[in-house]
């Protein structure tokens, strides 16, 4: 733009103006319009400021003043009108297929912009004052914080908090009491023989079945929230439920892993699980693997849950690991050549999988444990599914338009007492493979 010099505004002559196009012609004009607002604006400013001791700056206040005469601004809007006019009117007759010629335009537009210079010529020589006094400018100053006129982004940032996995790996069994009778064998004799030809068995082969029970505990939270501000802010309703159903799942999930069963605990994996043993009767792998690792580890409870249940009962196909354990062990593991390793670990949907066995993580699972088990042999007692009640009558509830939203769940965990083999754990994953590792 050749009306702007190192960065400056420089007033074009009116044979510069008679060169220049359509399109540059309006955008002189809007940018001289700028360009005089602007220095009045300042003048007036630098006026305002020397008011303040009119006999002191007396001399300076007249010199100000004087650089306004003048300047017209409203003869200077009529020429930015006239302008625009002229361009959209040109815009109009193309569009209509009129054969306008660029001679004709400019010719028209500097017959406008002559006539408007003239008044400003005018304006000069009669040495009227046009003094703008600017008594106030607004700045940023003038908004308390101007963050509070920001567009929002949609939703609420949540703190971070752990995804229950744990209770989807179950079947669960819906009872309507508050306890569940179950049955199963309590001693059992095969004792099939080898006999003669025709001749009879004495055999003690029997059982004896026993009946068992298991009781339902009471999860439970609530939320006292104040009825007009959820009135004053609707979203907060789902905020309060969103946080209460959380509440209630991290809490079911952290007693399916570790509750004890006693007093008003449930019983969880942990509390039925075996302590893994490398010398394990049912199979002895201690110092028997070349340069154990943990993944050998992982493969070497499931070989003993296997073997414990006479290779037949049990299919374990879960293993609970701490991610940062996983991570350490596995995925970062290198040969000599820096090729990863582990081989035998799959991805199934990008699940990852050791020996047919999915891999779940849990920030409840500490660091240096592990978990292996057959998840069919696990069942959620489900007495009743999750319960959201609101009450607006507890206490003074009603007086001081308080309401309280309470959620509960009724459940327990259960294996049979037959089936506990089919859960292990190793509470010191540093010291199993230890102990499975060949001298």
Same mark, same amino acid.
């Not at 009045?40 to 305002?48: A, P």
């Not at 100000?64 to 650089?67: A, I």
């Not at 209630?248 to 008003?264: F, K, N, P, Y």
């Given at each position: 733009m050749i009306w702007i010099k190192d960065g400056k505004f420089t007033k074009l002559t009116?044979?510069?103006?008679?060169?220049?196009?359509?399109?540059?012609?309006? %955008?002189? !004009?809007?940018?001289? *319009?700028?360009?005089?607002?602007? !220095?009045?604006?300042?003048?007036?400013? %630098?006026?305002?400021?020397?008011?303040?001791? $009119?006999? %002191?700056?007396?001399?300076?206040?007249k010199a100000?003043?004087?650089?306004l005469n003048g300047v017209d601004f409203n003869i200077l809007k009529d020429t930015v009108t006239t302008v625009k006019a002229m361009a959209e009117e040109m815009t109009r007759m193309k569009e209509e297929g009129n054969d306008i010629s660029d001679s004709s335009f400019k010719g028209a537009l500097k017959k406008a912009w002559d006539s408007n210079i003239s008044k400003f010529e005018e304006a000069s020589k009669s040495r009227t004052h046009h003094t703008i006094e600017v008594k106030a400018t607004q700045t940023y100053g003038d908004i308390s914080d101007g963050e509070d006129f920001a567009q929002f982004r949609p939703g609420i940032g949540d703190v971070p908090v752990r995804m229950p996995k744990l209770r989807q790996l179950f079947r669960t069994i819906p009872v309507s009491t508050e306890f569940l009778k179950y049955t199963e064998q309590d001693t059992v004799v095969r004792d099939a023989q080898n006999v003669a030809k025709c001749a009879e068995v004495t055999s003690s082969t029997k059982e004896t079945i026993i009946v068992r029970d298991i009781q339902t505990k009471v999860i439970k939270d609530q939320i006292d929230f104040c009825r007009l501000f959820i009135s004053d802010y609707p979203f907060m309703?789902?905020?309060?439920?969103?946080?209460?159903?959380?509440?209630?799942?991290?809490?079911?999930?952290?007693?399916?892993?570790?509750? @004890?069963?006693?007093?008003?605990?449930?019983?969880?994996? @942990?509390?039925?699980?075996?302590?893994?043993?490398?010398?394990?009767?049912?199979?002895?792998?201690?110092?028997?693997?070349?340069? !154990?690792?943990?993944? @050998?580890?992982?493969?070497?409870?499931?070989?003993?849950?296997?073997?414990?249940?006479?290779?037949?009962?049990?299919?374990?196909?879960?293993?609970?690991?701490? %991610?940062? @354990?996983?991570?350490?062990?596995?995925?970062?593991? $290198?040969?000599? &050549? &820096? *090729?990863?390793?582990?081989?035998?670990?799959?991805?199934?949907?990008?699940?990852?999988?050791?020996?047919?066995?999915?891999?779940?993580?849990?920030?409840?699972?500490?660091?240096n444990e592990v978990y292996v088990f057959d998840s069919t042999k696990g069942e959620i007692v489900d007495r009743q599914s999750l319960t959201i009640e609101v009450a607006f009558e507890n206490k003074d509830n009603w007086e001081k338009e308080i309401a309280t939203i309470k959620g509960m769940e009724r459940l327990n965990f259960l294996v049979l007492n037959n089936n506990a083999n089919a859960f292990m754990h190793a509470p010191d994953v540093a010291a199993a493979i230890t102990a499975i590792t060949a001298p």
């Open positions: 009116n044979e510069q103006i008679e060169g220049l196009s359509e399109e540059e012609a309006l %955008k002189y !004009a809007n940018a001289l *319009n700028e360009y005089n607002i602007k !220095a009045g604006e300042e003048i007036g400013k %630098k006026i305002n400021e020397l008011m303040s001791d $009119k006999e %002191k700056n007396a001399e300076e206040i100000l003043q004087n650089q309703e789902s905020r309060v439920n969103k946080l209460l159903n959380e509440s209630l799942a991290l809490r079911v999930e952290e007693q399916i892993l570790l509750g @004890d069963g006693t007093g008003e605990n449930t019983f969880s994996i @942990d509390s039925v699980s075996s302590t893994f043993n490398a010398a394990n009767p049912a199979c002895d792998i201690s110092a028997s693997v070349q340069a !154990a690792t943990y993944v @050998d580890l992982i493969l070497g409870m499931e070989t003993q849950i296997v073997e414990l249940g006479d290779q037949n009962a049990y299919v374990p196909d879960t293993v609970l690991v701490n %991610k940062c @354990d996983w991570f350490v062990f596995v995925q970062s593991r $290198k040969d000599l &050549n &820096n *090729n990863y390793l582990d081989g035998r670990v799959t991805m199934v949907n990008g699940v990852p999988t050791v020996g047919g066995m999915t891999v779940v993580w849990s920030p409840l699972i500490p660091q």
